[in-house]
């Protein structure tokens, strides 16, 4: 039941042969995202990423939309699980098949070494004595892991409220803002749009048309302005006109581009400016489909200005969904929104339970 020390040695060099084939690549991951930023900074917004905020609402509830949402990611890692779950008995060739399957969903050598360090130590001390009881522990483990931290985004105790969002190009940052705008506006909020990302003329356009479609206001400059100007101007434009929600866009940065991040941290730097307690929460974008990328740009941006949280989008077209599982652990930071489809109403609320329970149900 317990690893010989042969076997433990083994399983070592192993791990760490693993992590060194994951950070090679991460490397490559991160040189495919820089031609791929080349690329799109020629594209034009797609219409289709806007949907009109005042369309019916659908008649899926929040849970079948998340269950739909995760699907994938279920698949991958349940049809595993599912494949291990029985009476027999917690065995070394279990251990290692399980460490191998949570690994597969993309949950991170860090996570997944803590979970089978909880399995292994449940299953010494006789707390379980099963295979179903192991896979029970691990679903009871990643719901514990995700529920931390405050899930609903902070607010101002008075004047506006201010969200910065940031995050490398293509993760749908510019969408996600045009989505929680029509949610604001819907719930009776003055909202105000800064167009942050003056790099690329399809994010302002894109930005400006949410704007008409949700009815709400935008700040919005050439292309090639001073995305820290725009800013400026926005914040001020929101104390002097009393707004309720400023949602400031930023331009994809590459979180390996030095020159690039430190001029984010000069637009953080301007908000609190203008408004002292401002931005009220940094948000980081990530596109779920990056895999086990995702929890280097979640460092890289931790390190620079500090995260509230993060909004995951495209969760419904991959299954590397376990990925949440890992930055949460590591990093301790709640998820406040994810992106289950291209619909306005697929900007779903993060809720733990929810997505635990769809993943294991």
């Known amino acids: 039941m317990i690893f010989s020390k042969k ?6 060099k192993q791990k760490e042969q693993l992590k060194k084939q994951e950070e090679k690549a991460q490397e490559i991951d991160e040189a495919i995202l820089i031609k791929e930023q080349e690329l799109k900074l020629k594209e034009k917004p797609l219409s289709k990423d806007i949907t009109d905020p005042n369309q019916s609402e659908e008649k899926a509830s929040l849970f079948k939309r998340f269950k739909l949402g995760v699907a994938k990611t279920k698949n991958l890692l349940m049809g595993s699980l599912n494949d291990l779950e029985g009476e027999e008995a917690i065995d070394d060739d279990f251990i290692e098949d399980l460490e191998e399957r949570l690994l597969a969903a993309d949950m991170g050598f860090t996570t997944t070494e803590k979970i089978i360090q909880i399995v292994e130590t449940k299953t010494k001390n006789l707390e379980i004595r099963n295979q179903s009881e192991a896979i029970k522990t691990v679903q009871d483990v990643i719901t514990q892991i995700l529920d931390q931290g405050d899930h609903f985004l ?3 105790d008075s004047g506006p409220t201010v969200y910065l969002f940031v995050g490398v190009n293509g993760v749908g940052k510019t969408t996600s803002i045009g989505k929680l705008a029509a949610r604001f506006k819907k719930e009776g909020k003055k909202v105000l749009l800064a167009a942050g990302d003056t790099f690329r003329a399809a994010a302002i356009e894109q930005l400006v048309e949410w704007g ?3 009815e709400v206001d935008i700040v919005a400059n050439k292309i090639n302005s001073d995305p820290a100007a725009t800013i400026y101007e926005a914040a001020s434009k929101a104390v002097n006109e009393n707004y309720d929600v400023l949602l400031c866009d930023t331009s994809g940065r590459l979180h390996t581009k030095k020159n690039l991040m430190d001029e984010l941290y000069k637009m953080q730097k301007v908000l609190t400016k203008v408004i002292p307690a401002g931005p009220h929460a940094s948000i980081l974008v ?11 740009q979640t460092k890289e941006f931790t390190n620079l200005i500090g995260l509230h949280g993060l909004i995951v989008t495209k969760l419904d077209g991959t299954a590397k969904g376990g990925v949440i599982i890992g930055i949460v652990n590591e990093f301790e930071i709640p998820v406040f929104y994810v992106g289950v489809g291209e619909g306005i109403n697929d900007l779903q609320h993060f809720s733990p339970r929810l997505f635990s329970e769809s993943l294991f149900e």
């Open 7 to 12: 076997k433990k040695e083994e399983k070592k």
């Open 154 to 156: 902070p607010a101002a």
């Open 286 to 296: 990530l596109d779920a489909n990056t895999g086990q990328n995702a929890i280097n």
């Open 212 to 214: 008409k479609r949700a």
